[in-house]
């Protein structure tokens, strides 16, 4: 069957359909990771997002359930130059993700480069494309879309009983892979919906605020329960969480043109020297700051990849530690913090 992306400003990229049936709403962004396309389709911060790989061909080492990153997909379509073998597009219909292959994807990045991250309708049916452009058009802008509540548990759950130290993950749209760090470092792992309060998130040895999607600026509950955590017990935030640290620290927050989507983003740690090879994906960041408490900077327009601030005992990191998938050199960082937790 055939398909197309359609973006709001009218530009088309046309392709064939090997995925669900349909046609899927969002916002059109890129990752440039040359591995990982199942992780990303079911990673939360995803959500609402039509995913363009870079990367030419898509599918060839096939699926596994536990590269899975939480318990449904998230991205609403995939957009491929080149899509490879049978697992992975049956994996994609049985669950219901439009999908493109033979996208000119080149262009597309391109495109999105310079003129941003657009909403956009990709379509696997006979939808014309007056309409898809219409419909991409009327789409609200993921700049003041707050989309933790529906990516986040509605109760709390246990995921590892036992460990030298009790954490609590605050749930806005954590990914398996921090969890499975987190137990693997030695934390018996409790996680908490979005909205917990700051009383029962001090009870433990430390809080995990979790990656997630959407504009950390209309979280203003959530941050403000960061606020009330801070010097109370110790915090480590990644992603959405170091956004949102950084607010409830006096620090700005701002969209990015097209985003940090991939595996390869290099990130400076300010204390060593050291350059960091990072995984990362979001939208938004944390605005450039020359702040003691800045710990790790983007070598690619200087945003804030790290905040270290002992007296509060909080810390956190833009960029991905748990690696699921990417390069293992931030692995240390999660693992340490849980280390210093149990000292």
């Known amino acids: 069957m055939s398909g197309y992306l359609a973006l709001a400003d009218g530009t088309v990229f046309h392709g064939e359909s090997v995925g669900a049936d349909g046609h899927a709403l969002g916002e059109a962004v890129f990752t440039t990771g040359m591995s990982g396309y ?19 061909m898509v ?7 536990e590269r899975d990153e939480s318990s449904r997909t998230h991205a609403r379509a995939v957009l491929m130059r080149e899509a490879r073998g049978p697992e992975w597009t049956g994996w994609l219909r049985e669950h219901g993700v439009v ?17 941003g991250a657009a909403p956009a309708v990709a379509v696997a049916g006979d939808l014309p494309v007056e309409d898809a452009v219409g419909l991409a058009s009327e789409q609200q802008s993921m700049e003041g879309r ?40 030695g934390a018996a792992v409790t996680v908490h919906p979005h909205d917990a309060g700051p009383d029962e998130l001090a009870a433990y040895d430390g809080v995990l605020l979790s990656p997630g999607p959407g504009d950390p600026e209309p979280l203003a509950a959530e ?22 640290l950084a607010m409830a620290t006096g620090h700005g927050t701002y969209k990015l043109p097209f985003g940090h989507r991939g595996a ?4 400076l740690e300010r204390r060593s020297g050291r ?3 990072t995984s990362q994906n979001h939208g938004f960041a944390v605005r450039p700051s020359d702040a003691a408490e800045a710990s790790h900077v983007s070598l690619y327009d200087g945003t804030v990849e790290g905040l ?14 748990e690696a699921g998938p990417g390069p293992h050199d931030a692995w240390p960082l999660l693992e340490g913090w849980v280390n210093d937790l149990a000292a």
């Open 38 to 56: 199942q992780e990303a389709v079911t990673d939360p911060s995803f959500e609402d997002q039509l995913v363009a790989f870079t990367a030419p």
């Open 59 to 65: 599918g060839n080492y096939g699926v596994a359930r």
């Open 99 to 115: 999908a493109l292959t033979g996208i000119d994807t080149r262009s597309l990045v391109l495109h999105l480069r310079e003129a």
């Open 146 to 185: 707050a989309l933790v509540a529906g990516v986040s548990t509605a109760a709390p759950y246990v995921y590892a009983a036992e460990g030298r130290v009790r954490v609590a993950v605050v749930d806005y749209g954590v990914k398996n892979s921090v969890l499975r760090r987190l137990a693997k470092a």
């Open 223 to 244: 941050t403000e329960t960061v606020r009330e955590l801070l010097g109370r017990t110790p915090i480590f935030g990644i992603c959405l969480g170091h956004q949102l």
């Open 264 to 267: 390869n983003h290099p990130v």
């Open 275 to 277: 350059v960091l090879v």
């Open 308 to 321: 270290d601030l002992p007296e509060e005992r909080a810390r956190s990191l833009q960029f991905h530690p």
